[in-house]
């Protein structure tokens, strides 16, 4: 009985065996490598994991070196050990080789390489590739913001040939995503594969010491395997490179190692920025408890020569791939159908927390946004000092909404500044020494000496340098927050232009004098910000106003008619009040008129001497001679204005004017261009003038009629030439005077903010006082605004005040002549002429007057009432008659 049970045990074991599958995978890494060596241990620990668990399916491990792959090689590993799925490939040429082999033979390959840019149709062209990462534009992005937040202006990019993760695409990503924030790659350098070359370190140097000719201290390094980069910087900083003057930005693919390499390799990274992918799924994960003591364990047993048994990113994501087909073998184990696309379907579909993060596809690749941990190497360890997102940028937790990441957004430029980069240079720049000093260029022949001026001496360094440019750029470096040692030097026979180049091709750090900030040297140039303003002037000889009829000038033509018939009615109404009871406003109509006349005029100048009887005649007098005060003091002060500041206006009209009447002008270089070009003057009219005396001499030949000056140069032409020229702004503005340096250079920027503040403090205002501001003599005698005429509302009052103390002393008279209540209206009209015709009043008797008073007389013996009315009366002259006793 017992034999038969025995047997039958044994036919069931067979049976189980028979129906166990085993799936076999391909694995193709560089087992040589600490990468591959973490993915080899960490693949074998989930396959064996898996089978232990599982009684129907087995998965088999076939490991194939990556240095050996080759399209005749895959596809032998493919046929001949029934591989149904590959892993591996680290580099997107070799994930594309594989792919295009597996393809064929409609295998799913699961690559851990991502090219930097998607090609187009990917899906169509490589339909069974399975990307277990995301390309490099996200990390890309993430230098990028890292490199605005210091505000470096120009980065060096380093990366190994065939290196993890290499791509030629990543240089032209990491080129665009710099322009982007402002700043550019200036320069990228590819080391050869350290598979390829036998002395490592003679390359290593060979390329850094072409670099250190660089000004940018910047280095980006993208991809590059561990031993590559232990020889990078360990001679970057035997030869000064990593330290007080330099950046060193380190991609993942070498930080992803850091937990893993020695403290001697660390050390020479020291002070270097460093991005890790953030692996928040380790942490409270049992699975990773479980995963983390076997790993350890295994990998110490295989790799004695390791320092460091802990495993990283890449282990992590290799134990994640084969859960990942595993996961879709299980889910297959209750289908009758099975093939290679439902399995690659199955892996596609695929949704869990692994141990590297989210396991989650999207058009084959990873749907998850990465995160990174943004590192700073401190000694002989690493310190995280922020975590970046793509939606949120910088942030302190990876779980932030868009409020929050707001506010922590930037915040890496605080951090670094406190945590990382203590006592430490940030401009990412080759900063000057004492022993190696700025190389300042300046124009040895400026056309205003005003602006820059060279004396020279026996030697170049004995040259003495003056002028407006020269004192803002002392006062300017004297703000800044470091020392900065230069010197100056000048070329003969050097154009503006030519001194622009020299600074671009590096043989000048910078150029100081009165450089015009135009948009064609921006391309090879850094400008600071103007520190003059920026304008065209039209300069032009002046001309003397006439002065036949300056005397008119300071009244209007209507305060001119208004006071002369005020005066004719002041006048008339003096006469009409006097000429009855004054013998000097009696007598023939002419000497009236003349008489009358006479007085109304000498009043202006208070010479008149005639009499004056009646009381209402004084008050109209007072007020009129109180308005001729008045006017005549304004007239007195608006003519000496007139006569003291001179008048001058221009011999020329304005710019269409001169090309109308097809004249000259003069300007210089660029100007003149701009006159050409956008002015529309004719060539022909164009004349270059290449120094400031050269405007006055060619002006005073008149062969110009004008001249276009920027906004400096004519405050200077004019401060020399006050009173034979005269300016007038244009519209047009121009970029105003800077100094220049090298493309990136931060120190343009420190200039900027320098200058800034001589603006704000007053400093710079006091310059251009001392150097360009007109001088007193020009300042006091020359306007450009003429003084307005007096018109009809400067004296209305006045005006006003006589017209009525006249009417109304004009009314009471003629109210006090009362007239008979019989008289017709003739009779009225006889008699009121007969009051203004008394022409006898004040002159000698004749004999025809004689003869009419006698008759009076005896008339009045015969008439007594007659006879008293005259007795009662007294002479003429003392008593006048009213017109009520007139017959």
């Not at 320069?187 to 290593?204: F, G, K, N, W």
Request: a neutral charge; one cysteine or more.
């Amino acid at each position: 009985m017992s034999v038969v049970l025995f047997f039958l045990l044994i036919f069931s074991i067979n049976g189980a065996k028979a129906q166990t599958k085993v799936t076999g995978i391909g694995i193709l890494i560089d087992s040589n490598t600490r990468i591959g060596k973490e993915e080899k241990v960490a693949m074998e620990i989930a396959a064996q994991n898996y089978n232990n668990h599982s009684n129907t399916h087995k998965v088999t491990l076939h490991v194939l070196d990556s240095l050996r792959v080759t399209t005749s090689a895959a596809e032998k590993m493919i046929r001949k050990k029934r591989i149904k799925v590959m892993i591996g490939m680290h580099t997107w040429p070799e994930a594309a080789l594989v792919a295009d082999v597996a393809g064929q033979a409609r295998v799913p390959i699961i690559s851990f390489a991502a090219p930097a840019i998607n090609p187009p149709l990917m899906p169509l062209r490589w339909p069974f590739l399975i990307q277990m990462a995301k390309n490099g534009s996200q990390q890309i992005k993430c230098i990028a913001d890292i490199v605005r937040a210091y505000n470096w202006q120009r980065v060096i990019a380093i990366s190994e040939d065939g290196a993890y993760g290499t791509d030629s695409g990543m240089f032209a990503l990491l080129s665009g995503a710099l322009q982007t924030v402002g700043s550019e790659m200036e320069y990228h350098s590819v080391l050869p594969p350290i598979s390829s070359v036998s002395d490592p370190e003679r390359v290593v140097q060979e390329e850094l010491i072409m670099l250190k000719k660089k000004k940018s201290r910047v280095f980006v390094v993208l991809h590059s395997s561990l031993e590559m980069a232990t020889y990078l910087f360990r001679e970057a900083k035997q030869m000064g490179l990593v330290g007080r003057d330099s950046v060193w930005i380190i991609s993942d693919s070498i930080m992803n190692l850091l937990d893993s390499i020695n403290n001697s390799v660390i050390s020479s990274m020291e002070g270097a920025l460093g991005i890790k992918t953030y692996d928040s799924e380790k942490v409270g994960n049992s699975e990773y408890q479980d995963f983390y003591p076997q790993f350890r364990k295994i990998f110490r047993t295989e790799y004695l020569e390791e320092d460091n048994s802990g495993p990283g990113i890449y282990a992590l994501r290799a134990y994640d791939s084969i859960r990942l087909v595993t996961k879709a073998i299980e889910r297959m184990a209750n289908n009758t159908r099975s093939s290679p696309k439902i399995l690659l379907d199955n892996m596609l579909s695929s949704n869990f927390s692994g141990l590297s993060g989210r396991i989650h596809f999207k058009a084959g690749q990873l749907s998850e946004s990465p995160v990174f941990r943004i590192v700073s190497v401190v000694g002989k360890r690493y310190k995280e000092i922020d975590l970046w997102t793509p939606d949120f940028g910088f942030s302190m937790s990876p779980f932030v909404d868009k409020c929050e990441a707001k506010i922590f957004h930037g915040s890496l430029f605080f951090t670094a500044k406190s945590l990382f980069i203590p006592e430490r240079n940030q401009t990412g720049w080759e900063m000057p020494t004492d022993s190696k000093p700025l190389k300042i260029g300046v124009p040895g022949g400026s056309p205003f000496k005003t602006f820059v001026k060279v004396k020279y001496g026996e030697k170049p360094n004995q040259n003495e340098y003056d002028g407006f440019c020269i004192h803002v750029f002392n006062k300017a470096r004297g703000l800044l927050e470091y020392h900065l040692p230069y010197e100056f030097e000048t070329r003969r026979g050097t154009t503006y232009n030519d001194l622009i180049h020299l600074v671009h091709n590096k043989t000048y750090d910078g150029v100081v004098g009165d450089f015009t900030i135009l948009s064609d040297r921006l391309q090879y140039v850094d400008f600071t910000v103007p520190y003059t303003e920026s304008s065209l002037v039209l300069i032009v000889p002046e001309k003397s106003e006439s002065f036949e009829f300056m005397f008119i000038e300071p009244f209007t033509w209507g305060l001119w008619v208004v006071t002369g018939a005020i005066l004719m009615y002041t006048m008339f109404t003096v006469w009409f009040l006097e000429h009855q009871s004054n013998p000097e406003f009696s007598g023939p109509w002419k000497n009236q008129i003349s008489t009358a006349l006479w007085f109304t005029l000498s009043s202006l100048f208070f010479a008149h001497r005639e009499k004056i009887n009646r009381n209402d005649t004084r008050l109209v007098i007072v007020v009129w001679l109180f308005v001729v005060m008045i006017v005549t003091s304004s007239y007195t002060a608006s003519l000496s204005s007139m006569l003291t500041v001179q008048q001058l206006r221009p011999n020329v009209a304005d710019i269409e004017w001169l090309k109308n009447h097809n004249l000259k002008i003069g300007c210089q270089d660029k100007i003149c261009e701009y006159a050409v070009n956008v002015l529309n003057f004719k060539s022909e009219n164009i004349v270059n003038i290449s120094h400031d005396y050269m405007y006055f001499e060619e002006f005073k030949s008149k062969y110009i009629a004008a001249a276009f000056l920027e906004l400096p140069y004519a405050k200077v032409f004019l401060n020399k030439h006050c009173n034979e020229f005269t300016g007038t702004m244009t519209s047009t503005k121009t970029g105003g005077l800077g100094f220049a340096f090298q493309k990136g250079s931060p120190i343009a920027g420190d200039f900027s903010k320098a200058i800034l503040q001589l603006s704000e403090n007053g400093d710079l205002k006091s310059l251009e006082d001392e150097w360009l501001t007109p001088s007193h003599e020009c300042s006091t005698n020359k306007t450009s605004n003429k003084p307005n005429s007096l018109s009809i509302k400067s004296f209305g009052f006045l005006y006003l005040l006589s017209f009525s103390t006249s009417t109304i002393c004009l009314l009471l008279s003629l109210i006090s002549w009362r007239d008979p209540c019989n008289e017709s209206i003739w009779q009225k009209v006889v008699r009121l002429v007969r009051y203004f015709h008394i022409k006898n009043r004040g002159s000698p008797p004749t004999p025809a007057d004689i003869s009419s008073t006698n008759e009076g007389i005896s008339d009045a013996n015969e008439s007594p009432s007659r006879l008293d009315f005259i007795s009662n009366s007294n002479s003429p002259e003392s008593h006048p008659p009213s017109p009520a006793s007139i017959n």
